[in-house]
């Protein structure tokens, strides 16, 4: 059995809490929090299982490490101290684990990292002899191995889309969703992640991955975006009021622009209210779904829909996310250490897993 310490237990972290258990290979030895009030709690009282996993929470990082966990799953946030995430993530591979996370945009597409990023991870790696892989949902295998994978039974391609639509009123994350992402401010603000080259910064490393796999050269990235006001106030369940005349939607592109035509785009479109912008592409249903498009011969639509057991869209992307980057563990064990990104890591089936839910002698959370 693999141990693992879950490090970090916000919406990614839970459920990486559920999924370790579940695992065949895995073990968990160690949960890491942040607030004082998580201390001494045990893991699946604060994953929400309904039963105790016997791991106790701890705000040691230092004695956490020191067990000799093989692998890490940081599930701290990086969007806005990517510093300190990187030293943390250091830190871990140095005491020789495996870590996977979501946290650092820059590493997804590890090969153009910024150097300096990269060389601290390859030092730690040298020193510590552990590994890192990055990856999530989207960015992530919503816009690398999903559409690569789907690529491969197309005959002739002229455009690969990968598409985020999503209601972001379900998210559990209601100030990013303000202020970082500008929903519900007035149409003059200037949201911190739509600001120039941002989109890029996030999802530029998924436009390359795609084009490196797809043997494509790319003449460079080029990003779109457009932001619609609301036509009159709106009340979400969860967050409240968003007042007529605010931005109620943003739709953006990040391009890979290939002899000159925009031949591979990651496109989100957000509201924060279906009867926002309605002239824009909307899920088949419900409140959100990744898509991808393949333009060309035949053409191909997949869309993909992840709930969890109270049908939250945005709940069971992150569940996807997690199941990315634990199902990835055992794999990145037995490789030797290193520096990984998704096109090295693959995606297996799930063995060992079938039933895992009635084996833990749970319902679903």
């Not at 510093?83 to 820059?106: E, M």
């Amino acid at each position: 059995m693999v141990s693992v310490i879950v490090w970090g237990t916000g919406n990614v972290g839970r459920l990486a809490v559920r999924a370790v258990p579940a695992h065949p290979a895995l073990q968990l030895t160690g949960v890491i929090v942040h607030d004082p009030a998580k201390v001494g709690r045990d893991a699946g009282d604060l994953a929400g299982l309904g039963r105790d996993l016997g791991v106790t929470a701890t705000d040691d990082v230092g004695a956490a490490l020191a067990t000799g966990p093989q692998a890490v799953v940081y599930a701290a946030s990086g969007d806005i101290r990517p510093d300190d995430a990187l030293a943390d993530i250091c830190r871990a591979i140095r005491a020789g684990a495996v870590v996977v996370t979501p946290a650092l945009y820059a590493l997804y597409d590890q090969r153009n990292a910024p150097p300096e990023m990269r060389d601290a991870v390859l030092a730690a790696v040298a020193e510590g002899g552990g590994s890192l892989f990055v990856s999530g949902v989207d960015p992530g295998w919503g816009n690398d191995v999903l559409p690569l994978l789907i690529s491969g039974v197309a005959g002739t391609i002229d455009v690969v889309r990968c598409q985020e639509i999503f209601d972001y009123s379900i998210y559990d994350q209601p100030e990013s969703v303000r202020y970082l992402v500008g929903m519900g401010q007035p149409m003059d603000y200037e949201p911190p992640m739509l600001a120039a080259t941002v989109p890029t910064m996030v999802w530029g490393g998924q436009v390359r991955l795609m084009a490196r796999a797809l043997d494509a050269e790319l003449d460079e990235i080029r990003e779109t975006v457009d932001r619609r006001p609301l036509d009159e106030t709106v009340t979400t369940a969860s967050m409240g009021d968003f007042e007529k005349g605010t931005q109620g939607a943003v739709r953006f592109e990040v391009q890979g622009i290939v002899g000159g035509e925009p031949r591979i785009v990651v496109e989100h479109v957000t509201r924060i209210h279906p009867s926002c912008a309605p002239d824009w592409p909307a899920p088949p249903d419900g409140d959100g779904a990744h898509r991808v498009v393949i333009e060309g011969e035949p053409r191909i639509e997949v869309t993909v829909e992840a709930t969890d057991a109270a049908g939250n869209r945005a709940a069971g992307g992150n569940a996807t996310a997690a199941g990315r980057l634990v199902n990835a563990i055992d794999w990145l064990v037995d490789a030797e250490p290193g520096l990984y990104d998704a096109l090295d890591v693959p995606v297996r089936p799930a063995a060992g897993k079938l039933g895992s839910v009635a084996e833990l002698g749970r319902t679903r959370p």
